[in-house]
């Protein structure tokens, strides 16, 4: 299988300081088929990566593809590995998926599917398709375009009884991360509901541990250290708001989120807390010092 990073890259640019930024150098900054949705952080090909998950979609709003791009800081550089799933034949079909968080534990990435659970992936089974098989993958239609992908292939869905927009993981005080997850419902009203689930083992599925209703609107991702909820919350074309708290009234603290903004990740080692916005020509992905945020 190819490198990490062999042949597929795409330069980005970094601003270092407090924040850290990333921008893409390419289509990708302001394309209106590929919308960043979900991130996290994992190590994938022994290197430490941050992940972005992409849905594409035509122009009637149908989703037709989604992915995951493996961003090296290091390196300013990174791989796409498309979405998908296996039919009964065995034919591979495009996860077509809104992606709209991503929990990465070890090899199992799970992703929200939005009004369809969560999707479940074997980040070691990632495949080289070729052709045809790659173009469908992708979502892409014509000759010669997108004549080789990588891939990974759904293991499982897992029903869970939210609408699930968002998933984020959970850590102790210290810094270890625990086999939970928060999962969300993205609402414009006020009555979108916030889980805690253990994540599936054998052949169980998520189970709930706790559901409240933080009362905002326009929720985009949820994680968990120690004693502390963070919840982000886009505004259409203003500042994302952060909001915080340790029971379950949140309030708004002072940190600002990217324009647009979606998901959100812990970063222990870096001791950062990650976001990134979705709209075309702001788009950016964030990493904020766990000392804005009294970590």
């Known amino acids: 299988m190819l490198g990490l990073f062999g042949t597929i890259w795409r330069p980005l640019w970094q601003k270092r300081g407090e924040p850290v930024e990333l921008k893409w150098l390419s289509a990708r900054t302001y394309t209106a088929k590929w919308y960043p949705q979900g991130i996290d952080v994992g190590t994938w090909q022994g290197r430490r990566v941050v992940a972005v998950s992409w849905f594409r979609k035509d122009k009637s709003g149908r989703h037709l593809a989604s992915r995951v791009s493996m961003i090296d800081l290091k390196r300013s550089r990174l791989v796409d590995i498309a979405l998908t799933f296996e039919d009964d034949d065995g034919r591979i079909h495009p996860a077509q998926i809104h992606a709209g968080g991503i929990a990465w534990f070890g090899d199992r990435l799970f992703v929200a599917a939005t009004g369809q659970g969560i999707w479940e992936f074997d980040m070691r089974a990632v495949r080289r398709l070729g052709r045809a098989d790659a173009r469908r993958a992708i979502g892409a239609n014509g000759r010669g375009y997108g004549a080789s992908a990588l891939a990974v292939v759904r293991t499982r869905v897992h029903p869970v009884p939210l609408r699930c927009s968002f998933v984020g993981r959970v850590f102790d005080a210290d810094g270890t991360s625990l086999p939970r997850v928060l999962i969300g419902e993205y609402r414009n009203d006020e009555k979108g509901r916030i889980g805690e689930f253990t994540i599936p083992t054998g052949d ?71 976001s990134l916005g979705e709209h075309p020509w702001r788009r950016v992905v964030r990493g904020i010092p766990f000392t804005q945020l009294d970590i």
């Open 204 to 274: 169980e599925g998520f189970t709930k541990l706790d559901t409240s209703r933080p009362g905002i609107r326009h929720m985009q991702g949820a994680v968990h250290w120690g004693e502390h909820r963070y919840v982000s919350q886009s505004r259409d074309l203003k500042a994302g708001a952060l909001w915080s708290g340790t029971g379950e009234t949140l309030e708004r603290n002072e940190v600002v989120l990217p324009v647009g903004c979606e998901d959100l990740a812990l970063d222990p080692e870096d001791r950062m807390l990650w």
